[in-house]
């Protein structure tokens, strides 16, 4: 199994609808991250968090919230998707040193 | 965190070592130098990280000048399967140790 398993895999969603990404983790870091990549550009952080009770803002959180259920367990949502938000969204997972980053394989969602 | 420049593009032949340059000239003195790379769309995979010293594991080896404004990636014999983009990244360790990416480095290793 991998160690950061995203779902769904894939997602196509109507402009309006509320939609939830789930992340799951196997590593037992207590620092995870959402991130989005549009075609052809770098990764751009929407949000992040160190532990359970710690939630912040990235670069881009403007119609996204997310939640942290439990350290291995962070959600990212869209409450009424729009199509500029058609993009890869990948979670990642580190702990508090110095070390790399994990991420999931990405969720591919389109809103029509 | 400090910016990194890197060429938006690279080519190297298949058993040759690819070299990728990373300018990184405001980078304090608790930044590291990470370096990622990610395959066609799949998740971003770490490769190597240093401070100041140069650092060699089983992927790459990474360079680091003395000042530590600039760094190189080194695959020492470049396969078509490290046809990827290569991120430069510089981050601070604790609490604020965030990944911004930039744009990355595309390699193209050619038969």
């Known amino acids: 199994d991998a160690d950061v398993t995203q779902t769904p895999r894939n997602r196509i969603t109507k402009t309006g609808k509320r939609i939830m990404l789930e992340c799951s983790q196997t590593?037992?870091?207590?620092?995870m991250y959402w991130y989005r990549q549009d075609p052809g550009l770098g990764l751009r952080l929407i949000y992040y968090?160190?532990?359970?009770?710690?939630?912040n803002k990235g670069e881009i959180s403007d119609g996204y919230s997310v939640s942290r259920q439990a350290q291995a367990k962070f959600s990212l949502s869209l409450e009424s998707a729009i199509p500029n938000q058609t993009a890869l969204y990948f979670c990642?997972?580190?702990?508090?040193?110095?070390?790399?980053?994990?991420f999931g394989s990405g969720t591919r969602l389109t809103v029509v | 965190d400090a910016k990194t420049t890197q060429p938006p593009s690279m080519d190297c032949a298949e058993g040759r070592a690819a070299n990728l340059p990373c300018n990184h000239s405001?980078?304090?003195?608790?930044?590291?130098v990470y370096w990622y790379r990610q395959i066609h769309s799949q998740g971003p995979q770490y490769i190597i990280h240093?401070?100041?010293n140069n650092e060699t594991n089983e992927m790459a080896s990474l360079i680091i000048t003395e000042d530590r404004k600039s760094s190189t990636l080194i695959l020492p014999h470049a396969t078509l399967r490290d046809t990827a983009v290569y991120y430069c990244?510089?981050?601070?360790?604790?609490?604020?140790?965030?990944?911004?990416f930039g744009q990355g480095t595309t390699l193209q290793v050619k038969p």
């Open positions: 990642a997972t580190s702990d508090a040193g110095i070390y790399g980053y994990t």
């Open positions: 590593k037992g870091h207590d620092r």
């Open positions: 968090s160190f532990d359970v009770k710690d939630i």
């Open positions: 405001t980078i304090s003195g608790n930044e590291y």
């Open positions: 240093g401070l100041k």
């Open positions: 990244i510089v981050r601070t360790s604790g609490n604020t140790g965030k990944l911004i």
